[in-house]
């Protein structure tokens, strides 16, 4: 199984919940399809900076 990992934020706006929509669209028409979510928490640029927590997408190769 090939599978593919992406952030894609934490944001809820209509305009970013469009976006989302045509990315997994876009993701589907190259041959994946969405598996499921993993919230991480991201460090600053070589553990230095402000971290905080992004979504990241899981798709899977069909």
Request: net charge positive; proline share 2%.
């Given at each position: 199984?090939q599978?593919?990992v992406?952030?894609i934020g934490?944001e809820?706006?209509?305009?970013a919940?469009d976006?989302?929509?045509?990315r997994?669209?876009?993701?589907?028409?190259?041959?994946?399809?969405?598996h499921?979510?993993i919230?991480?928490?991201?460090?600053?640029?070589?553990?230095f900076g402000?971290?905080?927590?992004?979504i990241?997408?899981?798709f899977e190769?069909?």
């Amino acid at each position: 199984m090939q599978y593919l990992v992406e952030p894609i934020g934490k944001e809820f706006s209509n305009r970013a919940l469009d976006a989302l929509a045509s990315r997994l669209s876009a993701k589907h028409s190259q041959g994946y399809r969405f598996h499921s979510t993993i919230e991480v928490t991201q460090t600053g640029c070589m553990g230095f900076g402000a971290s905080g927590t992004t979504i990241l997408a899981v798709f899977e190769k069909i």
